[in-house]
């Protein structure tokens, strides 16, 4: 089945520490993101790439890093320079450029906290 | 101002009834719009794109008023099911993937 995974699906990190969160598509997608959201909040964009090897920081890409070494994989890197980290991770897909719409499709999360 | 507006909710429904709520936008050149569907601790699912006046699949109908900047979704003989939160989502013309996130609509619908 074509899709977005994520992994790990709930993770606890204490402070100080960097963890690695995980984004594979299969879908051929040229385009994937970051978000994060918050409760009661809507999604707020980290960071984005629209081509292999290649990305831009979104609206809050502090204390965030990301790396896009192959189409399929857009992994997050959450440092300990970012303050309060505890949140709900999205990563998405979209075909990219060359298509007139822009839908974008989910993975399913990483609730990721901070004790 | 927030580029993406909805009016949190709940929204508590009968079965079997209509329910209606709107999304207004800032950025009078967006083209294209979109309803996601975000179950409780869920990742968001593409309800219906929207790209001309609106849009209908089955029960659910969405209308786009360029004039006054807004989208609606209208969904009509309410299931269950369609409890969840409905987030509004604009892409703006200058700026190409970067989509922005309305907060969203809570929908309940009781027995």
């Known amino acids: 089945d074509g899709g977005i995974t994520q992994s790990p699906k709930y993770l606890f990190r204490k402070e100080g520490q960097n963890v690695t969160l995980s984004c594979e598509q299969n879908l051929n997608h040229d385009a994937m993101y970051w978000y994060r959201q918050d409760p009661g909040q809507g999604l707020r964009l980290i960071y984005y790439?629209?081509?292999?090897?290649?990305?831009q920081k979104g609206d809050i890409a502090e204390g965030y890093s990301v790396s896009r070494e192959k189409k399929e994989s857009f992994p997050l890197t959450v440092t300990s320079a970012q303050k309060n980290p505890t949140a709900f991770y999205l990563c998405?897909?979209?075909?990219?450029?060359?298509?007139?719409?822009?839908?974008?499709?989910f993975g399913p999360g990483t609730r990721l906290t901070v004790l | 101002r927030k580029e993406v507006e909805q009016d949190p909710g709940p929204f508590n429904v009968p079965e079997g009834a209509t329910v209606a709520f709107n999304c207004t936008y800032s950025n009078s050149a967006s083209q294209s719009f979109f309803w996601y569907r975000q179950d409780c601790r869920k990742e968001p699912k593409l309800l219906m794109s929207v790209y001309s006046s609106g849009n209908e699949d089955g029960r659910f109908t969405a209308q786009l008023n360029r004039a006054s900047q807004y989208i609606s979704l209208l969904i009509r003989d309410s299931k269950l099911s369609d409890s969840a939160t409905y987030l509004c989502v604009v892409n703006p013309t200058d700026s190409w993937g970067k989509l922005q996130f309305g907060a969203g609509t809570q929908v309940v619908v009781t027995p």
């Open positions: 790439s629209q081509i292999v090897n290649d990305f």
């Open positions: 998405a897909s979209s075909k990219g450029q060359g298509t007139s719409y822009n839908e974008q499709f």
